[in-house]
């Protein structure tokens, strides 16, 4: 299975390299998002809309989950917020006369950042079966064509019901009760390849599956562990919250096989001294960790505290935290003295001296935070590895308490908020208990599929219809030649959507794309709610005109959708739902946990704080009712000789499936995006040089997998690892390879051979 590149793919000739950058944002920052935001929107709507940005009446950035500050500046974004906001805002449009210019066979010849550089989306369209183009159709008809298809199902099961995290609460919840009033609970989501190892780790040991810390408490934290992440790109105000968290004291460690700018040092635009001056250094300590090596990472510092411990007894463990508030920790603690620093070192790539240097800070400080990303949660290993971090910090009590405790550091902007509405496809009984008293249905209680269960499905024609409320799901999925294979297998496919992507080329035999507003667009003068990485509900609402007059809003999809499919119902007044998000939140109200008085307070400045039982009680509302030390073997990922374990990250220019440019400004790429990071090392040991061409293949049970056509780039990597950008290395993971409980594809350690390409063939 091979892909090729497509073919407006920037020619690899064409790529430059330079010397990777050591600090983040700044000057090249700020420029940088306003020459984006000018040439997709003009000055004027560039101006407009930025000022908007996270502001107390404003929109919700669409960028990433991390939550506001009590001090907003006039210009609370990032530069990379500023691309997402300008990618939304931009004055291209795709038309009818788009449509009938290209076939669908055509747009599935181009690649991600020429389809989304063609702008929003107008119109609903029609691809027919047996056609090649998509034409115009009325939203009505759109909608009975769904209808139609759905009630022709032998099961509610043989429907699928993707969500991206961009959709809002109110929008996610009108969604998971149709799926629910409809029959079935399969609704995989973007969680599902995201932070899904946090989810199935945090819920078992602390049990809930969120983070447990709020901005204030990254503020007085003492030591604060980054592990697994790349705030400069993916997460940049969080810089801002680093910094801030330096200047009152704490110490931050960074955890990653990469030595990535924003981890390094900033310049923070926001202030002044922050476009000139030399920029703040962020980290103390960079552990240059293999990839993969957070489990015995994790275990090798618990050990090192245990025996700190024993060295001076008392002043090391929280023992009345433990013996209060935890469960398990004789056996997790008898377990870890087996630990082989062998297999530390082999695993970590890290000398012993260093984790111990590492042990240090963490003596040295009260509180600890420890935040990560995609760095942890996709791995074969990474529910046991977040467990692991759990452990760590329950030793010290550091959870539920000020400064202290886990920090999952989500990404869509509201895919935390999504999960909480119930897009979920193994709802907690209560959870449909309290839908089932509200609304007087019963809901089924079957777990339905996840992300990858869903494409099996498809596959195997289990199921029929396919219906995705934002996202781009065959490029963001793992294995994409069978993943695209299964799709077009599918009876109809929907795609929700603000802008084209992939997933509209690669489609079912009959397929609807059905145009949204986005974050920055007037519903009328209604709003919707967002919930942020640290359980923070707040308003957004759009101030720009809708970027077609024949737009609806996803609830009003939703809703028009579920008329037409329930006809008059009993259950459920979907009309009023459409045209007032109040009575939605009325109901969720009473539905979810923590949103009593949902209208009342989330008119009131900056929302309000879910609860957060770890975290404001020290309640842990586990299985045995309290925080939970685990045991999690270490497993070395051993590579064979020839072979390198490859991460798939994204670049600068990028939001996951949606390419902004050719450019990662950090790592010192221009104008190109098929690249593999290698360590010079490595290079030497794998008889190739920087600049080789290269296909990247991979080695498993049913066949190898090839990506074509990557040029190798000499890069301070950890040894032994390399690194290439998603979705283009998507080919390379099988569908069976996931994460032990969490079914996460397993992105971030694939074991690749890099095979040099014969000139010609390049
Ligand atoms: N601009 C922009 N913002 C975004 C996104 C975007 O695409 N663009 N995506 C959003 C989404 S959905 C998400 S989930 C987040 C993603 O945010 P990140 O998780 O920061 O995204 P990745 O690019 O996947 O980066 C993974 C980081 O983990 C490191 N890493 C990889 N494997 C390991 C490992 O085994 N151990 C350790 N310690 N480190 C490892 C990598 O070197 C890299 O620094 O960002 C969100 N925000
Ligand atoms: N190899 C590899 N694969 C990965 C990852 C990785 O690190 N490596 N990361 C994974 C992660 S963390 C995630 S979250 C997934 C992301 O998976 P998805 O969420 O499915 O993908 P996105 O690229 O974020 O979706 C972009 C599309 O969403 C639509 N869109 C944007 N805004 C809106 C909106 O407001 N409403 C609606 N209805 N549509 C909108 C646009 O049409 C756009 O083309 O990818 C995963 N895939
Ligand atoms: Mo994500």
């Known amino acids: 299975m091979a892909r090729k590149a497509p073919r407006d793919d920037v020619n690899e000739d064409g790529i430059e390299i330079g010397p990777p950058k050591e600090w983040a944002a700044g000057i090249p920052g700020v420029t940088r998002s306003l020459l984006t935001a000018n040439a997709q929107m003009g000055v004027g709507r560039t101006l407009l809309t930025l000022a908007g940005v996270n502001q107390k009446e404003g929109f919700d950035c669409p960028g990433c989950a991390w939550p506001e500050g009590e001090h907003r500046s006039p210009f609370e974004f990032c530069e ?42 107008t119109e609903p369209m029609h691809k027919p079966e047996g056609s090649d183009h998509y034409v115009p159709v009325s939203w009505d008809d759109a909608f009975s064509l769904i209808a139609r298809e759905l009630r022709a199902l032998d099961s509610p099961d043989e429907a699928l019901f993707y969500t991206s995290g961009r959709t809002s609460n109110e929008a996610a919840f009108a969604y998971q009760l149709l799926v629910r009033r409809f029959g079935t609970n399969n609704l995989p989501d973007c969680s599902n390849m995201c932070h899904e190892s946090s989810g199935s780790a945090l819920n078992e040991t602390l049990g809930i599956g969120k983070g447990t810390v709020s901005l204030e408490d990254l503020y007085r ?67 240059q960790i293999r990839l993969n090596g957070d489990l015995a990472l994790f275990k090798a510092m618990s050990l090192l505290l245990l025996e700190a411990e024993e060295a001076a007894p008392g002043t090391v463990i929280d023992r009345d935290f433990v013996e209060t508030h935890t469960h398990g920790f004789d056996d997790w603690a008898e377990d870890l003295r087996s630990l082989d620093w062998t297999e530390v070192e082999e695993a970590t790539g890290l000398d012993r001296p260093a984790i111990e240097e590492a042990v240090r800070e963490v003596l040295g400080a009260k509180s600890v935070i420890v935040c990560w990303a995609m760095g942890l949660t996709q791995h074969k290993n990474s529910v046991a590895t977040i467990r692991e971090v759990v452990n760590f910090l329950l030793l010290r009590g550091n959870v539920g308490r000020a400064g202290a405790g886990v920090c999952p550091v989500r990404g869509h902007s509201n895919v935390q908020g999504d999960r909480t509405m119930g897009i979920y496809e193994k709802p907690p009984a209560r959870f449909l208990d309290a839908l089932r008293d509200e609304f007087g249905f019963e809901p089924p209680r079957e777990h339905g599929f996840d992300t990858v269960e869903a494409i099996r499905a498809l ?12 996202g781009n799901f065959v490029s963001a999925t793992p294995d994409t030649a069978a993943t695209e294979e299964a799709m077009r297998r599918a009876r109809l496919t929907v795609q929700v959507s603000t802008k084209l992507n992939r997933s509209h080329a690669v489609c079912g035999r009959e397929a609807l794309i059905l145009p949204t507003l986005g974050r920055t667009e007037r519903d009328g003068d209604r709003f919707v709610t967002v919930e942020d990485s640290m359980g923070m509900v707040h308003a957004s609402r759009g101030r ?57 307070r989330v008119r009131a400045p900056g929302g309000f704080a879910l609860p957060n039982a770890p975290r404001d009680e020290r309640r842990f509302p586990t299985a045995t009712g309290k925080a939970n030390f685990t045991v999690n073997d270490l497993q070395v990922l051993r590579v064979p000789p020839g072979r390198l374990l490859l991460q798939t990250v994204r670049s600068h220019d990028q939001y996951n499936t949606t390419i902004y440019g050719m450019d990662d400004r950090y790592r010192g790429v221009r104008n190109g995006r098929r690249v593999v990071f290698v360590h010079a090392g490595d290079l030497v040991e794998q008889g190739l040089a920087d600049g080789d061409l290269v296909d990247l293949v991979s080695e498993w049970p049913d066949g190898e997998r090839r990506a074509e056509a990557f040029r190798v780039v000499a890069y301070p990597t950890a040894r032994g690892c390399c690194a290439a950008y998603f979705p283009e290395t998507n080919v390379l993971v099988p569908l069976d390879s996931v994460a032990d409980t969490s079914n996460t594809p397993t992105s971030k350690s694939v074991v690749v051979r890099l095979v040099r390409r014969a000139p010609d063939a390049g």
């Not at 009818?96 to 020429?114: C, I, M, N, P, S």
């Not at 008059?568 to 946990?593: C, G, K, L, M, T």
């Open 544 to 600: 720009l005109r809708p970027a077609s007059d024949d737009l609806l809003s996803e609830v009003e999809i939703v809703c028009r959708l579920a008329v037409e499919l329930f006809g008059d119902d009993p259950h459920v007044p979907w009309q009023e739902f459409a045209a007032d998000y109040d009575a939605i939140r009325d109901r969720v109200s009473r539905v979810v946990p923590g949103f009593d008085d949902f209208n009342v």
């Open 80 to 121: 990379n917020g500023a691309k997402a906001v300008a990618e939304e805002a931009t004055v291209r449009r795709v038309t009818r006369d788009f449509f009938a210019r290209h076939t669908v066979d055509d747009l599935a010849g181009h690649t991600e950042y020429w389809l989304g550089q063609q702008g929003r989306l």
């Open 459 to 470: 596959r195997s024609e289990q199921a029929k219809v396919f219906i995705a409320m934002g």
């Open 221 to 287: 934290a003492d030591l604060i562990l980054v592990v697994g992440q790349n705030p400069g790109t993916n997460h940049p105000r969080m810089l801002s919250a680093l910094e801030r968290a330096k200047r009152e004291g704490a110490r931050i460690v960074a955890v990653n096989p990469l030595p990535e700018a924003g981890l390094l040092r900033f310049k923070n635009p926001q202030r002044p001294s922050g476009l000139v001056g030399k920029g703040t250094t962020l980290s103390d300590r960079f552990l």
